[in-house]
């Protein structure tokens, strides 16, 4: 029905969805355009919302769900039926594998035709498909549903553990007609989305008191701790207890990397030492090695703080649990804690302070070399040095090689500052996640990306000249997934095409592109970018010798020990 056709006390279902969204402060929809949302974006843009269009639904995904992480508001993104669906899905799946609060919401076919495959036009039963890849999935089948819907999905996104939720509307829902006063009646606005969890207090004293027993305690936080806004009750803590705390990769910055506590300089001497270890928004997954040998003691006894009880003894026995959101937690730890319960542990932190200057000195032999060409750490300190003035850069990072030194080589300073492949190691997040950051936030956004990386959402580059946005890509140009192939060989199942230009991807978008084959060219290019306030490509030449396969995790990548038949 046409808006002509509905008369001053009637609405429908596109006009329910945007009213819906906007009473729970949904500013920013992140989408692909197409049958049967086209007008439902429109309308939304009309509306007062920011609508962000992108060309592939993955990377709107992929920007709603680190939209999400950066705000604990869940990020919308908007798809097509079917093949749309499909396309955002994987952004789904990894929004609930890194615990992102996002919602995605899909148009989809006639259900009387669906449900009896009689070929509608993106036939699919898109609800089956999605369920089991997000934390929840919700159909409306009824106009006036829509409202509770939207209050469903927003409270499974970001409440307990957050999640990725799918949200399906079928076209005749959008399209269906109710009066005015049943409309209004059917909208809801989610009250404390997120509701705080404190934990029990027999917990709290349990964990404090196993930490006074430690000669050699170790926090290790994680993107949980990141993404709670906990910042200044978790600094209270280490500061106050003065044990060594270890960052995951995105919570690099929670506290800044060069504190006098970080342990990330001694990390396996850190992890393999310790007596009692606080896991604090971290689980101990492959990232930790499960918690086994050879990096762990089978001896460690551990303390997880975790709004998800299922969590603990996940991997290892769980000595003290603290179930609760870590504000909460921390809040109640710095509450509970005695003057003097938890002491400073002198030897150990000594003893710290020694591996980390050996190591930063083994280092630094490396990141001093000045190659030609440039390798990942001459590249990568190039890329630091221009970023040594600018904490407030949002880091986006993907790659294998790139991604592996990138972590160790990029300080960060600032909380939720550094957005990476996190928990599947997922290559395709980063432009989903520049353009979602730079939304946000409103700040610089500098993406190293690996050049296979690059490629999985490449063709955002559109989208961020499109709207403008401060995104730097920096491509770590080694042709080649993790390397490069020899000189005068076909190409392998790892190689790329030899001496790419990336920087003219950009050109063609009307935007500045950079050609960098040494380090003082690439600090200039970069900080060249980051001065115009505008989005750049640089194309950094690694050597294609330089990498190595599947960066510092070969040791997950089966071979064959069959010699191959020539
Ligand atoms: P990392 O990859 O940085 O080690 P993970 O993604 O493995 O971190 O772990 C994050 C953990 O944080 C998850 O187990 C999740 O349940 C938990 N978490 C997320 N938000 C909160 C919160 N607000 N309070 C407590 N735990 C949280
Ligand atoms: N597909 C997806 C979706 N995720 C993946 N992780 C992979 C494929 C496999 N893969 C990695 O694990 S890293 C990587 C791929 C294809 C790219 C490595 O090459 P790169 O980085 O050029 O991006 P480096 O720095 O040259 O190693």
Redesign the pocket.
């Known amino acids: 029905m046409s808006e002509a056709e509905i008369s001053g006390d009637m609405t429908d279902g596109f006009h329910l969805v945007v009213e819906a969204l906007k009473l729970n402060g949904i500013d920013t929809i992140y989408g692909v355009a197409g049958i049967p949302i086209t007008d439902l974006l429109r309308l939304a843009q009309n509306e007062g919302i920011r609508y962000l269009g992108f060309r592939h639904e993955q990377s709107a995904g992929n920007a709603a769900a680190i939209a999400g992480y950066l705000t604990q508001k869940p990020g919308i993104c908007m798809t097509v039926s079917a093949p749309g669906f499909l396309n955002g899905l994987?952004a789904l799946a990894n929004a609930t594998t890194n615990c992102f609060p996002m919602i995605m919401i899909s148009g989809s076919s006639d259900r009387a035709i669906v449900d009896l495959e009689q070929g509608d036009y993106e036939e699919m039963d898109q609800l089956a498909v999605a369920r089991p890849h997000c934390k929840a999935a919700y159909r409306v089948n009824r106009p006036q549903d829509i409202g509770v819907g939207i209050a469903r999905a927003i409270r499974a996104a970001a409440s307990g553990r957050p999640g990725g939720v799918y949200l399906d509307l079928t076209a005749e829902v959008l399209g269906s007609v109710l009066d005015m006063e049943t409309a209004k009646k059917s909208l809801v606005k989610v009250v404390d989305p997120a509701p705080a969890s404190p934990p029990a207090p027999e917990a709290v004293a349990r964990a404090l008191d196993l930490l006074a027993s430690a000669q050699r305690p170790l926090a290790i936080l994680g993107k949980g701790a990141a993404y709670a806004q906990a910042d200044r009750e978790i600094r209270a803590f280490i500061e106050n207890t003065g044990m060594p705390f270890l960052p995951m990769s995105m919570a690099k910055g929670l506290l800044p990397d060069d504190h006098p506590q970080s342990a990330a300089a001694a990390r396996s001497f850190a992890i393999g030492q310790a007596d009692v270890v606080i896991l604090a928004g971290a689980r101990l997954n492959w990232l930790l090695s499960h918690g086994r040998a050879p990096l762990w003691n089978a001896n460690t006894k551990f303390v997880q703080i975790d709004i998800s009880p299922t969590e603990f003894d996940s991997n290892r026995a769980i000595a003290a649990p603290v179930a609760g959101d870590i504000k909460s937690v921390f809040a109640a730890f710095n509450a509970a804690l005695k003057p003097g319960q938890i002491k400073r542990q002198a030897a150990w932190m000594d003893e710290m302070g020694k591996r980390k200057q050996q190591n930063v000195e083994r280092m630094a032999a490396r990141l001093n070399a000045d190659p030609s060409p440039m390798n990942?750490s001459s590249a990568l300190r190039a890329v630091r040095n221009a970023l040594a003035t600018q904490p407030d850069v949002y880091i986006v990072n993907?790659?294998?090689?790139?991604?592996d030194f990138g972590r160790n080589i990029i300080d960060m300073s600032l909380p939720r500052h550094r957005l990476d492949?996190g928990t599947?190691?997922?290559?395709?997040i980063g432009m989903g996640y520049a353009v979602g950051a730079a939304a946000v936030t409103g700040k610089p956004v500098v993406a190293i990306?690996?050049?296979?990386?690059?490629g999985?959402s490449g063709m955002e580059i559109e989208t961020i000249c499109r709207y403008g946005l401060p995104v730097t890509t920096v491509v770590?140009n080694?042709n080649?997934?993790?390397?490069g192939d020899a000189e005068g060989i076909a190409y392998t199942p790892t190689g790329l095409l030899r001496d790419a230009r990336y920087e003219k991807i950009i050109e063609a978008f009307g935007e500045r592109g950079y050609h960098c084959t040494d380090t003082p060219g690439l600090t200039r290019a970069l900080t060249e970018a980051l001065a115009s306030g505008r989005p750049a490509l640089i194309n950094a030449v690694i050597d294609p010798t330089a990498?190595t396969e599947?960066?510092h995790i070969q040791s997950l990548n089966p071979k064959s020990a069959v010699a191959p038949k020539r």
């Open positions: 994987v990942f993907e790659g294998a090689n790139t991604l492949s599947w190691g997922v290559m395709g990306e690996g050049d296979s990386a690059f999985f770590f080694n080649g997934v993790y390397r990498g599947s960066g």
